[in-house]
């Protein structure tokens, strides 16, 4: 999540707080070229979280909530190798769970989410993570945002996830004027079509780390600052190293 310090989409917003959640100028024909440009700079960027199948996935996803990625990459070789699917680790001991995840934070809440998730999807599914976003949402510490990293990541099914890089980005843009995930994620697919959905979402995190910063993003610097309703008016400060 954003720090406190941190220039909010309120402060941010130079229109009306009354005006439309996804506004009417943010076109499909604009919004193309919003996505070529970030395809043409970043070519086709790779998830940052590292995993090898859907159990990996889902277990990581879990652990990445307010966290960084690399955090969770130093955790997940050591507990995948331990437990390699959903019913060793829906066997473990959470004492055992803990040791390992604890550098990630919350690691009790986390370590008892990805034990229940993983019983859950062992004798539910039996053992196959489900593809369906419903059955997604019902297991412990998936939400929406992680529902759609797994469809998308996971099942190669569209899906545009919106996390805090994504969301500062659309709005900055002009997607969106929302600080709802939910309703940015439907102004960016009402203009995004469906196929684009996966890599547009790693091109706006790639963008919102790299250039799009939370603090100081270098404007001057930018790939769409043409085409960017808040391009240059966002006020030139330090970036910290969770921005990066
Ligand atoms: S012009 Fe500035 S605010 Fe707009 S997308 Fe680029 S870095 Fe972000």
Sequence with gaps: MPERSEPTMKD?????????????????????RVVAALAAHYGRPEPALEYGNPY??????????????????????????????FASLAAAQSGDIEKIIRSVGFFHTKARNIRELARRVAELYNGTLPSAREELMELPGVGRKSANVILAMGFGIPAFAVDTHVLRVSNRIGYARSESPDAVESCLTAVIPPEDWIAGHLLFISHGRAICRARGPLCDRCPVSALCDFAGDIPQTRSSPRDR
């Design 12 to 32: 941010e917003r130079k229109n009306s707080p009354r005006a439309p959640v996804c506004p009417a100028t943010m076109t499909p024909g604009r919004s193309a």
């Design 56 to 85: 990996q996935l889902a277990v990581a996803v879990v652990l990445s909530a307010q966290t960084t990625d690399r955090q969770v990459n130093s955790v997940t070789p050591r507990l995948f190798e331990r437990y390699p699917d």
